[in-house]
Each structure stands twice: as structure tokens, then as C-alpha cells.
T-cell receptor
Framework: NAGVTQTPKFRILKIGQSMTLQCAQD?????MYWYRQDPGMGLKLIYY???????DKGEVPNGYNVSRSTTEDFPLRLELAAPSQTSVYFC??????????FGPGTRLTVL | KQEVTQIPAALSVPEGENLVLNCSFT??????LQWFRQDPGKGLTSLLL?????REQTSGRLNASLDKSSGRSTLYIAASQPGDSATYLC?????????FGAGTILRVKS
């Protein structure tokens, strides 16, 4: 029972490259969230989903895309990486917004 | 705009001291207020959740209070220990979303 898994753990991208951050859960929860955390800052919500086929923008969605075709997976896509997207990305899963379980994070650097 | 602020940004105390972390939020129409702990290089772990109708919650040496009318919450840690060293974040729940503060970095010296 892995809970919330995120891959990769670390990644270095060049400006303009694309990548997908993976988030998977085996908790059978409907709510899934993507956050970014910049140094010394709190978490900012990028996108969230309340169930398969449903996604919504958070506070900082520009430069990102998501899809939710299954309950288990919620990938985050960066199409044209920019230095401003250097951050630690966290996926969270829960039965509702008040019961979020966080993954270990993906540390992304864009050079 | 819904914003959450935490004071102080960092705190260093000797072992055994009682301490208070502060959290304020601009929009008082919250559903819940949560306190999280984050260890270096790790994800977040929920410590306490206070529903909007409650005034406080306790878990072991931790006590969190909520005053919706003034837009404030405090986390009280009793008899601090070196193992309490971490970043503590508060988050206000609005609808389907949590809005986080920047956190307080706590160091408890042995």
C-alpha cells in the first residue's frame, strides 16, 4: 500500500523542454491536487481534480496542464519549461480538501 | 484575495520551552483551519484540524486555537523537544481548496 507516489524525485530541464510529473495513488480517493513550493514560501495550488474527468485551475495554473482519466493518476504537464518553474512540486490526495495526504515531492530545476 | 500569513518566519528555542506560532487569514469565511508539519525534503503531514465551528483542538503536546472573527489561529507547543524541529504551516480551507501560509521554521536546541 504505497499511498501517494510521485515520479521522478529530481529532474533538471533545459529552457523550452517539456516533461510530465507523475502522481499516482492507491487510496481510492477522489480529490487530487498539484502544488508548487518555492524556497521560503508556502504551497501554491496549480490544479486540482474532484474526480476522474474533472479538473479545475488553482492559483498559479499558467504554464501547466493536467488530465484525470482515472481515479488513480493525475499527471502534471509542463509544455515549455521556464526558469520560473524551478520549484518543488507536491501532489496531494484526499477524500476531501480537509484530508489531504501529500506525496514526497518532485524537485525540478529549469536551466 | 484570500491570503494566509504566519509569524514568526523562524524561531529558535531551547529544549523544554513552551512556544506559540501564529497564523492569520484575510477572509474569515473558512471551512476549516489546519496545521501541518514539514520535515526537510519531505511532504506535509497534518497535525491538527479545527473546524470553523470549533475554538480549539488538542493532540498530545499540541494545542491549536481558532478565532474566525479576528482571522487568527495559534499553535501552542508545550515542553518543546529537538524532534519538534521542522517547518510548521497553517492552511485555511475555502471550498475545495487550501490556502497555505509560508510557514514558521522551528529549531529546538538540546
Amino acid at each position: 500500500n504505497a499511498g501517494v507516489t510521485q515520479t521522478p524525485k529530481f529532474r533538471i530541464l533545459k529552457i523550452g523542454q517539456s516533461m510530465t510529473l507523475q502522481c499516482a495513488q492507491d487510496m481510492n480517493h477522489n480529490y487530487m491536487y498539484w502544488y508548487r513550493q518555492d524556497p521560503g514560501m508556502g504551497l501554491k495550488l496549480i490544479y486540482y481534480s474532484v474526480g476522474a474527468g474533472i479538473t479545475d485551475k488553482g492559483e498559479v495554473p499558467n504554464g501547466y496542464n493536467v488530465s484525470r482519466s482515472t481515479t488513480e493518476d493525475f499527471p502534471l504537464r509542463l509544455e515549455l519549461a521556464a526558469p520560473s518553474q524551478t520549484s518543488v512540486y507536491f501532489c496531494a490526495v484526499g477524500a476531501g480538501p480537509d484530508t489531504q495526504y501529500f506525496g514526497p515531492g518532485t524537485r525540478l530545476t529549469v536551466l | 484575495k484570500q491570503e494566509v500569513t504566519q509569524i514568526p518566519a523562524a524561531l529558535s528555542v531551547p529544549e523544554g520551552e513552551n512556544l506559540v506560532l501564529n497564523c492569520s487569514f484575510t477572509d474569515s469565511a473558512i471551512y476549516n483551519l489546519q496545521w501541518f508539519r514539514q520535515d526537510p525534503g519531505k511532504g506535509l503531514t497534518s497535525l491538527l484540524l479545527i473546524q470553523s465551528s470549533q475554538r480549539e483542538q488538542t493532540s498530545g503536546r499540541l494545542n491549536a486555537s481558532l478565532d474566525k472573527s479576528s482571522g487568527r489561529s495559534t499553535l501552542y507547543i508545550a515542553a518543546s523537544q529537538p524532534g519538534d524541529s521542522a517547518t510548521y504551516l497553517c492552511a485555511a480551507e475555502y471550498g475545495n481548496k487550501l490556502v497555505f501560509g509560508a510557514g514558521t521554521i522551528l529549531r529546538v536546541k538540546s
